[in-house]
């Protein structure tokens, strides 16, 4: 049943029963929450910047769905860009959304070193995810843009190999950042 007879629930709602709670009522809420699952738990560790690498469960699920170690599991680009996402809206500090984002794109590397993909798709996100990866760190302060031109120039590289336009649209993608062919130092 909904509230009042609406016919769907909001923020509102939830915070109009939350005025209710005592801090014990909520406490317990939030410690319910967080074991229900491993995503809820991720988001309050990284949110509560609990444990010493709030991006680990992140990338952990960006490799289970981008590049799983089981061939019979599948690849699901959503899913793993789903944990960038989830990341974002958990924390959202920019040099984890570069880390993240440059993962992605190695993970799918790593894919395709040992099972090819047909999927048009896949290469399109892949495309994407490393324009946001340039993205991102373009907006870090250029001390730490250095470390990651070189693992985004190696990406570069490896794009060249696959077909799809690949290479292409990764070429035209770092002349658009401003970063010239074989260089891994930021423009500027």
């Not at 406490?27 to 509560?48: H, I, T, V």
């Amino acid at each position: 049943m909904t509230i009042a007879g609406k016919n769907s629930l909001s923020w509102i709602d939830v915070k109009t029963k939350l005025a209710d709670f005592d801090r014990a009522d909520l406490l317990g809420l939030l410690k319910e929450l967080y074991s229900a699952s491993k995503d809820n738990q991720a988001f309050l560790n990284a949110r509560l910047g609990l444990g010493d690498d709030p991006i680990k469960h992140y990338k952990a699920t960006i490799t289970q769905w981008i590049n799983p170690a089981d061939v019979r599991k599948p690849v699901s680009v959503a899913k793993a860009k789903k944990a960038i996402s989830d990341y974002k809206k958990a924390l959202g500090q920019p040099e984890g959304l570069a880390e993240l984002a440059v993962f992605y794109c190695e993970e799918a590397f790593n894919l395709l070193t040992w099972r090819g993909v047909e999927d048009e798709s896949f290469y399109d996100a892949l495309v994407r995810m490393f324009e946001q990866a340039l993205k991102y760190v373009l907006a870090l302060p250029q001390g730490q843009q250095v470390a990651f031109w070189v693992r985004l120039e190696q990406v570069r590289h490896q794009g060249q190999n696959i077909g799809w336009g690949v290479g292409e649209d990764f070429d035209q993608l770092w002349a658009d950042a401003g970063l010239a062919a074989g260089a891994s130092t930021p423009p500027g």
